[in-house]
């Protein structure tokens, strides 16, 4: 079938020139030849002097066009594994791929492995795929043969848990499931030669939140005789990192039940029963009103305030409240751990929020760490939008 050809407004196609994978609804002049083109087709672009620039997915919003490839090249299943294979070579260089101390590490990055709209976790030997795009959805069983090919017998499942991340006004009726094999859906899986269970069928995200294992590692090097509270704890894993750390005592908070039944599971599987760790179900916010100065170490790491430009202003307010309640409280010499995973966050204006908390709270406070994602999250150097990841490590006096 013949693709579906989108012509660009004058100028608009610098950003492609540029090789930046989005094109938005606004800069498209017409659409040529296809009465029927469906959200998840495959189109090319051109610009207003007929020019091709890119090949991409069609979508409905803001974002019109997801770009897969900068050449006129068929997207087939020898496509598929050429760009999981580059990927998984970038897996191998981190050292990711044969590490007997850590078992779960993130294969495809969306815009930062050059696949947007396709997020893919590995767990040992099963691969766990989300798509966030109809065009990655509809290509899913693909992607699966794809994983399979360049893994070999290293992969023995293929879990598709895209109900929740696929657009909904797409109709799609998804339903999560294995694309490939079988697996048991509780599984245990190494982080640094910490245990970790996954539930990638019930749980968050694709079952762990890979991308602060990093920044887990820093909370140990600090947690030495601290008091450590971990807010927004889901499965724990910072408050694992703080006890073979050497934490005095740990307490982690989460406003899912659930979530606290699975730190309680992790701690007890690293720790078995006598951890100087307690743990609560309710709401962090709530919770950080009146702490006193019980700790001498906090950990924020809430989920998304704002997906999106607009619903920012109020989710600044809600990290300046969030942070000016944990400095107003932290013990003298204290080390406070904040991040933001909102991508419509920029660093910036992270900082500049986390600033303005330290002068309400009235308290002296040093920069010891800026950080990010990890480097199995890679950063597109032409699509700075994917540095979604931010976070402070601050000295409070």
């Known amino acids: 079938m013949a693709i579906t050809k989108i012509f660009l407004r004058r100028g608009k196609e610098e950003s492609l020139l540029r090789r930046h994978p989005w094109i938005f609804s606004g800069a498209i ?155 048991d859906k509780d599984n245990v899986v190494l982080e640094n030669g910490h245990k970790f269970l996954v539930n990638w069928e019930e749980g968050q995200k694709t079952g762990f939140f890979i991308d602060q294992r990093f920044n887990r590692e820093l909370v140990g090097r600090y947690a030495a005789g601290r008091t450590v509270l971990n807010t927004f704890c889901y499965t724990g894993g910072f408050s694992v990192y703080a006890l073979a750390g050497g934490a005095k005592e740990v307490c982690s908070i989460d406003a899912s039940e659930k979530a606290i039944r699975l730190v309680d599971e992790n701690i007890k599987l690293n720790f078995g029963e006598d951890a100087q760790h307690s743990s609560l179900a309710c709401d962090a916010v709530e919770y950080l009103k009146d702490i006193g100065d019980k700790y001498d170490m906090i950990i924020l790491d809430p989920p998304a305030f704002a997906k999106h430009h607009k619903v920012l202003g109020n989710a600044m307010q809600g990290y300046k409240r969030l942070n000016a309640r944990a400095l107003s409280q932290i013990k003298s010499g204290g080390i406070l751990f904040t991040f933001s995973c909102s991508q419509a966050v920029s660093k910036e204006l992270f900082r500049t929020t986390v600033f303005t908390a330290a002068a309400i709270a009235g308290r002296k406070v040093r920069i010891l760490h800026q950080l990010t994602q990890p480097t199995d999250h890679p950063i597109n150097i032409y699509h700075p939008e994917g540095e979604y990841l931010k976070g402070l490590v601050l000295y409070v006096e």
């Open 29 to 183: 002049y017409n659409i040529e030849g296809n009465a029927e083109l469906a959200e998840g087709d495959i189109v090319d672009l051109y610009s207003a002097n007929g020019d091709f620039l890119a090949r991409g997915h069609y979508q409905i919003g803001s974002i019109a066009v997801r770009v897969l490839t900068f050449e006129q090249q068929e997207i087939n299943a020898a496509w598929w594994c050429e760009r999981i294979a580059s990927a998984y070579d970038v897996r191998r260089t981190l050292g990711l791929t044969e590490c007997e101390h850590t078992t779960c590490y993130r294969l495809i990055h969306g815009e930062g492995d050059n696949l947007p709209g396709l997020v893919v976790d590995i767990y040992g030997s099963v691969a766990v795929v989300q798509c966030h795009s109809v065009g990655m959805y509809r290509s899913r069983q693909q992607i699966a043969e794809a994983i399979v090919a360049v893994f070999g017998d290293k992969i023995t499942a293929v879990y598709d848990k895209s109900a929740q991340t696929v657009p909904y006004k797409a109709n799609l009726n998804p339903v999560d499931g294995y694309l490939y094999g079988s697996a």
